[in-house]
């Protein structure tokens, strides 16, 4: 999975660097991107959650994985020949997000199964640090890429990352992989959706943690969002202070990672939750005021903590509030959460930083989560006893 994550990392900045260029520096084409992807997500993220719990989770991720290599070989070669057109993004950004709406909920739905139970706070922390251990190095070396074998180095060598996750799943023995068995019948898509929501409603605590999380990542700005219009127009910076930004993050996330994960067995997680999210908020509220790159790198490596440890305590609360046989589809929201919400809120928070500036759309979004916290927080005081 770092191998994986290294290369997605390396894409991730290199396809915003992309369509910047080939737009003239349009915050709105970045959203249209994001948006694209996410729409992806809605349609398709409840019915990859319903489709993993009744199929085998290796033979899954063998199909969603090849096929995702071939879509970073595509946008490496339409790249490298100059044939490569905004339109073309869009496309392959929607498609990857059809691939991720099964792959993500058959990944999230297996580490119950290589785990147990007492330790899966552990084990999600872990996970989680995998993937974002690559941010730290990613983005510097696919800035460095770039420079040496252009954008599409950056493309091709994530297609090649794939081969890291097909190997390793070869490893995996087979009876942990296969599914328990679900209800009979093929579940439709809202249907599933509709139990999803059902389930979470019963619990005050799950269904606060997950309100917030819900608007936390539709009005704040994704870093592939964040950063590259932050260092073109306020900074003034370039590839080099992009990668390096993106590593800010990266750290702050593995170190979050590493705090919750000291805290695996804390009972009082309700409390570390309430805080994350007051840390992030005063983070991007500074970051927004910050005109120097150290402030700017320092308040990204806290944000990314910040939410590193909310998103992990969020995806634990959901994990533990179903049996195994719905951990496919309950996953599924996460990731329509941070795949379809947040791709989602782009669009709007692109608009806005459009007509009012990055700095204070940033400020506008830092508000809203925080009035959006004080409210459901307050009318939920079960989430302090979690």
């Known amino acids: 999975m770092l191998a994986s994550a290294l290369g997605t990392w390396m894409q991730i900045v290199a396809q915003s660097l992309l369509v910047l260029r080939i737009t003239g520096n349009s915050a709105l084409a970045l959203g249209t991107v994001s948006l694209a992807q996410a729409s992806a997500f809605f349609l398709f993220a409840p019915m990859g959650g319903a489709f993993a719990d009744r199929h085998d989770k290796r033979r899954l991720l063998f199909r969603t994985q090849t096929l995702l290599m071939l879509s970073a070989f595509t946008l490496?070669?339409?790249?490298?020949?100059?044939?490569?057109?905004?339109?073309?993004?869009?496309?392959?950004?929607?498609?990857?997000?059809?691939?991720?709406?099964?792959?993500?909920?058959?990944?999230?739905?297996?580490?119950?199964?290589?785990?147990?139970?007492?330790?899966?706070?552990?084990?999600i922390s872990l996970q989680t640090l995998a993937f974002n251990a690559a941010s730290i190095a990613g983005p510097p070396l696919g800035g460095a890429v770039a420079a040496v074998a252009g954008l599409a180095g950056d493309f091709a060598l994530n297609g090649c990352s794939y081969l890291a996750v097909i190997v390793s799943l070869f490893l995996l023995p087979a009876e942990l992989t296969a599914s328990p068995a679900g209800p009979a019948g093929r579940s439709r898509t809202w249907a599933a959706m509709r139990e999803m929501l059902s389930v979470i409603q019963k619990q005050p605590a799950v269904s606060a943690a997950v309100l917030v999380y819900a608007v936390l990542l539709f009005v704040a700005p994704s870093q592939a969002l964040l950063v590259p219009i932050f260092v073109t127009s306020i900074l003034r910076g370039g590839a080099a202070q992009l990668g390096f930004l993106f590593a800010a993050s990266g750290i702050g996330t593995v170190l979050g990672s590493l705090f919750v994960a000291s805290f695996g067995h804390y009972r009082q997680r309700g409390r570390l939750l309430i805080s994350a999210t007051a840390c992030w908020v005063i983070a991007l509220a500074i970051f927004a005021l910050s005109r120097s790159f150290a402030s700017s790198f320092a308040m990204l490596l806290l944000m990314a903590a910040a939410q590193s440890v909310f998103t992990t305590l969020v995806i634990t609360l959901m994990q533990g509030s179903v049996e195994a046989r719905m951990r496919g589809r309950i996953m599924s929201l996460n990731t329509l959460l941070m795949m379809g919400v947040r791709p989602l809120g782009d669009f709007p928070v692109s608009v806005a930083t459009s007509f009012f500036g990055i700095a204070n759309a940033a400020l506008l979004s830092a508000g809203v989560v925080a009035l959006a916290g004080a409210v459901v927080f307050s009318l939920r005081p079960a989430v302090w006893r979690s």
């Open 76 to 123: 490496a070669a339409l790249t490298a020949t100059g044939a490569i057109r905004l339109w073309m993004v869009i496309v392959l950004a929607f498609t990857s997000g059809v691939l991720l709406s099964f792959d993500q909920p058959a990944r999230a739905s297996l580490l119950p199964l290589l785990a147990p139970p007492e330790d899966l706070v552990n084990a």
